[in-house]
Every structure is written in C-alpha cells, then in structure tokens.
T-cell receptor
C-alpha cells in the first residue's frame, strides 16, 4: 500500500529564517506530487505541482520554491520566511492516469501536514 | 475557469440530525467530483467521489449525487455523529494533460454536539 510522510509535523520559525519541508511517498512510482497551503479559516491553495523529477510548476507567485530531487521526494523551501507564510502545509500525491476516456485514479492522497508558525 | 462554491459554515448540529452541505461548481470540461474530510489537526482524507453524471458516491453513511443539470454535488448524511465533526471540502478535477489539479471549495466546518 502507499503511504505519504511529511516532516516536521510542527515548526515555529522567526521571520527572515529559511524553510525546508519534506514530503516522501512510499509504495508507488512516478507519482504526481503537490504542495498545498491552508491558511487559518481559509481553503486550500495549490502552491506547486510536479509531474516528474526536476519538473516543477508554480501556481502562485511567492517567496516559496519547490524541488523534486528524487522520484518520490518533494521539498518546499524558502530563503526568508514572511509572517504571511504561516499556515498548514499539505503534501499530496496522485497516480498518473492512463490515457483515453477512463476516468479513474484522479484522486489525490494527502499527507498529515506541517503546521508552520512564523513569528 | 473552474471553481467550487460551498455553503458557508460553520454548521452546528445535534447528534442524529440530518446533514446537508451544498456544493456547486463551474467547470470548463467534464469534471470528476470529490468530497474530502479533514479531522482536527490532520490532513485530508477522501470521503467519496463521482466521476460522471448521476453517479452517487457513498461512504461511512455519507452520500452525494453528481447532478450535471444543476452543476451540484451536495453532501448528505441521515444521522450525524459527534465523530463526524470536521471540515468538509468539495473539489473537482478536469481531465486532460498529466497533472490533474484539484480545485477545492473553501471548506465547511461541521460541529456535532452530543
């Protein structure tokens, strides 16, 4: 079976400090990978997605970046955190659906999340 | 573009009450529809899904029917429990390409009191 891990679970960082959040997936190969942010009282915002090693697409301009150094590893980084970066960060994976009209395997599977507080 | 609109929360019910959380969508193609649930302090879990019109997704007593004519996917449960207290997200995916990005609603907080 597949599992997805995120760490750390919680993090308190001062403004201006760097950030590195890690996500790894087990039990599958060549997954699509996603980073979402959930701010307090708001919905989920897609930050980045990746369809393969070294392939990153950014959805929202910001001071965050993402990297995928290995097939099942996805890293979210920042050189200098802002107060507005506080939130709950969720990593997710999905299978790469087969072609044609088959409409299955579209769901995304989420990790447990990292609670980031920037002070 | 694609969007999902959920009823504003929070929703507070007594145990064994009937639940409806409304969800409507706009989509540029033919979407698959999902309900995710987030329990306090946890990530999201897929609750149910439907991939074509008139499909009914169901799980743990929850149901939702894909209504293409009204572009809706309302979540229902006949008798809620305290353990159902969570945030519920409606979401859609449009097929095409290889990325399959989810579009989420803003979430609805449900609190069930004993």
């Amino acid at each position: 079976s597949q599992t997805i891990h995120q760490w750390p679970a919680t993090l308190v960082q001062p403004v201006g400090s760097p950030l590195s959040l890690e996500c790894t997936v087990e039990g599958t190969s060549n997954p699509n990978l996603y980073w979402y942010r959930q701010a307090a009282g708001r919905g989920l915002q897609l930050l980045f997605y990746s369809v393969g090693i070294g392939q990153i697409s950014s959805e929202v301009p910001q001071n965050l970046s993402a990297s995928r150094p290995q097939d099942r590893q996805f890293i979210l980084s920042s050189k200098k955190l802002l107060l507005s970066d506080s939130g709950f960060y969720l990593c997710a994976w999905s299978r790469v659906p087969s072609g044609g009209l088959v409409r299955k395997d579209y769901e995304q599977y989420f990790g447990p999340g990292t609670r980031l507080t920037v002070t | 573009g694609n969007s999902v609109t959920q009823m504003e929360g929070p929703v507070t019910l007594s145990e064994e009450a009937f639940l409806t959380i409304n969800c409507t969508y706009t989509a540029t193609g033919y979407p698959s529809l999902f309900w995710y649930v987030q329990y306090p302090g946890e990530g999201l879990q897929l609750l149910l899904k439907a991939t074509k019109a008139d499909d009914k997704g169901s799980n743990k007593g929850f149901e939702a029917t894909y209504r293409k004519e009204t572009t809706s996917f309302h979540l229902e449960k006949g008798s809620v429990q305290v353990s159902d207290s969570a945030v519920y997200f409606c979401a859609l995916i449009i097929s095409g390409g290889s990325n399959y990005k989810l579009t989420f609603g803003k979430g609805t907080l449900l609190t069930v009191n004993p």
